[in-house]
């Protein structure tokens, strides 16, 4: 029981990381969305088969690649470009350390981080609605992320989204 519900928190978190991360796709480089599409499937992966998270030995130098990765793409790790694809970068290899509900959290509050800062690209009418869907979408993750024991029954957490917002 304990893992499917683990399985349904990592499920809801990956879905927000999703969401947000859909508005940069055109604005970062390919291997970006590779990477976070590619470590998005294997914690829904691990999470439903039970397997353990990659060392540090693994870790390190992948954030190692990934911030010398966004250097050499976009020469800087300022601007709204360069910013907009660290942050992407980074809950991506967030996703390969998470192991309890204050990781859970921490990528939640990255993904309200990523969802405001499409407004620094985009202005339309349709980013509003846009982004009243994928700040809801964050509360759902953020309220399953609160309690690790158990999945959270979706009426429920439909109520309490819809009261924070």
Not at 52 to 66: E, Y
Not at 77 to 86: D, K, M, N, P
Not at 106 to 114: E, N, R, S, T
Request: proline share 2%; charged share 15%.
């Amino acid at each position: 029981m304990l893992r499917r519900a683990e399985f349904w928190h990592y499920a809801w978190l990956v879905a927000a990381v999703l969401v947000v991360a859909l508005p940069h796709v055109g604005h970062v480089h390919s291997w970006i969305s590779a990477l976070l599409v590619v470590t998005a499937l294997w914690r829904l992966l691990a999470a439903e088969k039970g397997w353990r998270m990659p060392s540090g030995w693994v870790r390190i130098p992948l954030v190692i690649a990934g911030v010398a990765g966004i250097v050499a793409a976009y020469h800087r790790v300022t601007g709204i470009e360069a910013g907009s694809a660290l942050l992407l970068v980074m809950v991506a290899l967030k996703l390969l350390e998470t192991k309890s509900g204050r990781d859970r959290t921490v990528i939640a509050i990255i993904c309200f981080v990523l969802m405001f800062s499409t407004f620094l690209r985009e202005q339309a009418i349709w980013s509003v609605a846009y982004l009243f869907g994928g700040v809801a979408l964050c509360i759902v993750a953020l309220l399953q992320a609160s309690d690790s024991s158990t999945h959270m029954p979706l009426r429920e957490t439909a109520n309490w989204t819809a009261r924070l917002v």
